[in-house]
Nanobody
Framework: VRLMESGGASVQAGGSLRLSCSVT??????????MNWFRQPPGKGREWVAQ????????VYGRSVKGRFVIAEDNDKSALYLQMNELTPEDTAKYFC??????????????????WGQGTQVTVSS
């Protein structure tokens, strides 16, 4: 799977932004994936943000973004999105999309992801 993020920008607090992640599936199998967004603030570790499960199209969110961010995947699974609303300076980070092959659970830890994009920078000013 090849992932490539886009849509990062500098915005004012209270604004909205939509990130995209193009998904190219190179494997010939019919694997189901758990698609995630992570973020990494300057000088900090990578934090899980949201997940979309291809198994049941369920969505889960991290506590700090629940109610403000929405994750979505195209029906043809060619793209993943993150709609971010009510942005605050604490949302400033490099945002990454990731994919893990579903083998019974959908992990939200960075070390258990199989594929990563290169990231896109989001900066929120007050």
């Amino acid at each position: 799977v090849r992932l490539m993020e886009s849509g990062g920008a500098s915005v004012q607090a209270g604004g909205s932004l939509r990130l995209s992640c193009s998904v190219t599936r190179l494997d010939p199998t019919t694997n189901l994936y758990c698609m995630n967004w992570f973020r990494q603030p300057p000088g900090k570790g990578r934090e899980w943000v949201a997940q979309d499960r291809e198994l049941d199209r369920g969505e889960v969110y991290g506590r700090s973004v629940k109610g403000r961010f929405v994750i979505a995947e195209d029906n043809d699974k060619s793209a993943l999105y993150l709609q971010m609303n009510e942005l605050t300076p604490e949302d400033t980070a490099k945002y990454f999309c990731s994919a893990s092959i579903f083998t019974g659970d959908c992990p939200v830890t960075p070390g258990r992801q199989n594929y990563w994009g290169q990231g896109t920078q989001v900066t929120v000013s007050s």
